[in-house]
């Protein structure tokens, strides 16, 4: 543990943002999965899936949480599932 104030502010907040990611991935995963799942099973609300899933891959591009060409490439092949 670092003796430093300004240290130990900084792991604290290293740490806040660590969880933060960590979090915000999990609901991009989720919802990716949430679309493929509802894809493979035909089910009749997976346009609506597929445009929030497309969304979250946005919002994690924007955050920084993922690269933008990993965002649009993803978004790419959902759209080829969404067919």
Excluded at 28 to 56: W, Y
């Amino acid at each position: 543990m670092p003796q430093i104030k300004s240290a130990i502010k900084r792991v604290k907040t290293q740490d806040a943002a660590r969880k933060r990611n960590a979090a915000q991935l999990n609901n991009l995963r989720t919802a990716v999965k949430k679309f493929k799942t509802a894809q493979a099973a035909g089910a009749e609300n997976a346009s609506e899936l597929h445009v929030a899933a497309a969304r979250a891959l946005d919002k994690a591009a924007s955050k920084g949480l993922i690269h933008k060409n990993k965002a649009n490439r993803d978004k790419s092949r959902l759209a080829k599932l969404a067919k």
